[in-house]
């Protein structure tokens, strides 16, 4: 992590702390202050495991804890279907050749954080990179 990044952070941190048990004050900051991506705030409003909970029943009554770094990312990447959509209805063939267009696509666009979110995926999965 480099510097900047370190102070990024930590700051954000400091930022999400000061809205403990007011999530509707954050979001609201948020979206007026264009936190979010384009990407990310789609997947939020269109996300169908999240438009089926309602605010207060379906909430976690307790924080989630997690033992690693990794069981994190894995569930809350659950949470965006692009992925299961993309594979919808096509022979694994086809999924092998689009997931790797779509990566040298990422990696074009220097999008590498996304490219290598997509690249552990296709390991995950054993999804053959085609180089």
Do not use: C, W
């Not at 659950?78 to 779509?102: C, H, V």
Request: no cysteine; net charge neutral.
């Amino acid at each position: 992590m480099s510097m900047e990044n370190e102070e990024l952070y930590k700051n954000l941190v400091i930022l999400l702390k000061m809205f403990k048990n007011r999530p509707y004050h954050l979001a609201k900051y948020l979206i007026e202050n264009s936190a979010l991506k384009e990407d990310f705030a789609r997947n939020i409003s269109e996300n169908g495991k999240l438009k089926g909970m309602s605010e207060e029943s379906d909430a976690p009554k307790q924080p989630i804890y997690f033992l690693d770094i990794a069981k994190m990312n894995e569930h809350y990447s659950s949470f965006s279907e692009e992925i299961k959509n993309f594979e919808k209805g096509k022979t694994p063939e086809e999924i092998e050749s689009e997931f790797n267009k779509k990566l040298d696509g990422l990696i074009l666009s220097e999008k590498y954080e996304e490219a290598s979110r997509l690249r552990d995926y296709m390991e995950k999965n054993k999804i053959k990179r085609i180089k």
